[in-house]
């Protein structure tokens, strides 16, 4: 029964035979002055979990993988495919990274559009705080409506940008031409709700002057 297992020679673990076995590639075995025409499992000193782990093809460097097709542990064509797919992984990093430069720039770009944007946010939130402070509810729901169709509006054309970039790369317009249809209607249905001689108290939102 004691033959069955076996001391490992660097972690000094008793374990099964089986746990000792490890198989020489045809460079090994050509090492060791074999011809390498079957493979061979020897009984290594180290149990499988402290013998050196063999890097597997797709990791080795080109002239290893030339190594292993001389000594025949891979067949040429194997090696070939390798090669080939590492060059090709290569190409798609590179394409990939450039893709991203492109996208940063674009990125940038847009949110130099949207700078106005935002300060208009901050300007609009002043004025509502102005507004409720002086008793005009009225102007002061209407600034916040405006408030938050902007920052909405703002959310979505940041969320529209991350789906679709490419949309984006040429642009060159002023931030309320970005607003949607949707958002620039609810605001006018707003206005339009407030009376005549209520309006000639309030300002009319940057956007309805912009966008007609």
């Known amino acids: 029964m004691l033959n069955d297992y076996k001391k490992c020679a660097k972690c000094g673990t008793t374990k099964p035979l089986a746990q000792f076995k490890k198989r020489l590639s045809r ?99 002043a004025q509502r705080r102005y507004a409720q402070e002086a008793g005009n509810d009225v102007y002061a729901g209407l600034l916040e409506k405006y408030e938050d169709i902007l920052k ?14 490419h949309k984006y790369k040429n642009e060159k317009r002023n931030w309320w031409d970005l607003v949607s249809e949707f958002g620039l209607e609810s605001l006018r249905d707003r206005w339009l709700s407030i009376r005549k001689e209520e309006k000639e108290r309030m300002k009319v939102p940057e956007l309805l002057v912009r966008r007609k």
């Open 152 to 165: 909405r509006e703002r959310g979505r054309i940041m969320l529209d940008f991350e789906a679709d970039p």
């Open 27 to 125: 460079a090994q075995m050509h090492a060791r002055g074999m011809k390498g025409e079957v493979l061979m499992t020897i009984s290594s000193k180290n149990c499988k979990d402290c013998q050196p782990k063999r890097k597997p093809p797709r990791k080795q460097t080109p002239r290893q993988l030339h190594n292993m097709v001389m000594s025949g542990d891979i067949s040429e064509v194997k090696a070939k495919l390798i090669l080939e797919e590492r060059q090709r992984m290569a190409l798609l990093v590179q394409s990939r990274a450039r893709y991203e430069a492109w996208v940063d720039k674009w990125r940038k770009k847009l949110k130099t559009v949207l700078s106005p944007m935002t300060y208009e946010i901050h300007k609009v939130r």
